[in-house]
């Protein structure tokens, strides 16, 4: 069962929780209303209008997860929070790695650190942003969405925060004695841009290619059929989307 603690303005909700990780229970959530300079993949920021997101970080000691199978609890939570978001809207998706979308637009951000101890995880932050009742982006983010501008309409946070809480602790539990290859196989069939077709992507060096997902490593890579027929796998800063 997740304990809460509400911190009124924080930083970063993953670096205050790094900071109390060995002193607090697994299952701690840390939550604000004001995240002032949350982290993203690849050292990005994240903007969340004070009091109107949900922006939280969870805590997972010893997951029985070991360091090379380590993707499966971003996969698991990618899920959780798809399942979540799916009751709201259709047409949610996980754009690799571990970004939601709805449509062609950026619902939320999640970003998953380890706590390595030997040869296995000693704790687990994941810490997720999602836009619920912002209406209003200032940010240079070039997609944002929130739940209110597809719905119409406000979400009671704190509802919606023990709603989507309880279903990745779920999920995180269940990966103990859960079905991997099925997990993996869900997450296949939510992913952004895996239609068959081919999509532009960008790599580092600003060259732009066309590509088919064919699918994603145990360990996290992307991997890309290309036109001629090869495959080949990317990690998380060697390809990007190019965005519709």
């Not at 109107?52 to 090379?68: E, G, I, R, Y």
């Not at 998706?93 to 706590?115: A, M, Q, V």
């Not at 989507?164 to 993996?184: P, Y």
Request: one cysteine or more; proline letters at 4%; glycine letters at 8%.
């Amino acid at each position: 069962m997740a304990r809460y603690i509400n911190i009124h303005e924080t930083a970063s909700t993953n670096t205050y929780l790094a900071r109390m990780a060995t002193m607090l229970p697994s299952g701690t959530v840390i939550y604000t209303n004001n995240q002032s300079a949350g982290r993203g993949q690849r050292g990005n920021s994240w903007e969340a209008e004070p009091g109107k997101n949900l922006t939280f970080s969870m805590l997972v000691k010893n997951p029985s997860v070991a360091p090379s199978a380590q993707f499966y609890i971003s996969e698991a939570v990618s899920l959780a929070i798809v399942d979540f978001l799916s009751q709201y809207a259709s047409g949610v998706t996980i754009k690799w790695p571990n970004d939601i979308y709805h449509g062609h637009r950026k619902i939320c951000g999640i970003l998953i650190e380890h706590s390595l101890c030997g040869n296995s995880i000693n704790h687990t932050i994941i810490g997720v942003g999602i836009n619920i009742n912002q209406t209003c982006f200032r940010s240079d983010a070039p997609n944002p969405v929130s739940l209110a501008q597809i719905t119409g309409s406000e979400i009671d946070l704190d509802e919606a925060m023990r709603d989507v809480c309880g279903r990745i602790e779920m999920a995180v539990s269940a990966l103990v004695s859960g079905d991997k290859v099925a997990l993996h196989k869900r997450y296949m069939s939510a992913l952004y841009m895996n239609d068959g077709d081919a999509h532009e992507f960008l790599l580092p060096s600003g060259e732009r290619l066309m590509a088919r997902i064919a699918g994603v490593e145990p360990t996290g890579p992307l991997v890309l059929r290309h036109d001629d027929g090869s495959e080949h796998s990317y990690a998380f800063k060697e390809i990007a989307f190019v965005l519709q």
